[in-house]
Nanobody, 122 residues
Framework: QMQLVESGGGLVQAGGSLRLSCAAS????????MGWFRQAPGKERQFVAG????????NYADSVKGRFTISRDNAKSTVYLQMNSLKPEDTAVYYC???????????????WGQGTQVTVSS
């Protein structure tokens, strides 16, 4: 199982930017599709963005399209989430997850890391 450690969260004003990082270990990172999820207070966890194991395909939740960008650096075994034009409703704990099977962008996402808190003030 891949180990994932998220970082980069913090407090930012509305309209600001943050870049989240997720460092992976324990598996060949470049073989796995990756995703970012979030959980706001009192709400269920939701998908935010995904990137294919080759890195050539990305997809986003409608609520973040045009503002967030997911990317990966296989040399550093790290996936990123660049968040621009942040809104108070983006406040949540953000998690990254890896697909459960290598070389597959159809397998489900696996276990959750500890997450990183993002707070956007109005």
């Amino acid at each position: 199982q891949m180990q994932l450690v998220e970082s980069g969260g913090g407090l930012v004003q509305a309209g600001g930017s943050l870049r989240l990082s997720c460092a992976a270990s324990g598996r060949t990172f470049s073989n796995y599709g990756m995703g970012w999820f979030r959980q706001a207070p009192g709400k269920e966890r939701q998908f935010v963005a995904g990137i294919s194991w080759r890195g050539g395909s990305t997809n986003y939740a409608d609520s973040v399209k045009g503002r967030f960008t997911i990317s990966r650096d296989n040399a550093k075994s790290t996936v990123y989430l660049q968040m621009n034009s942040l809104k108070p409703e983006d406040t949540a704990v953000y998690y990254c997850r890896a697909r459960t099977r290598p070389l597959s962008d159809r397998s489900p996402f696996g276990s959750w890391g500890q997450g990183t808190q993002v707070t956007v003030s109005s």
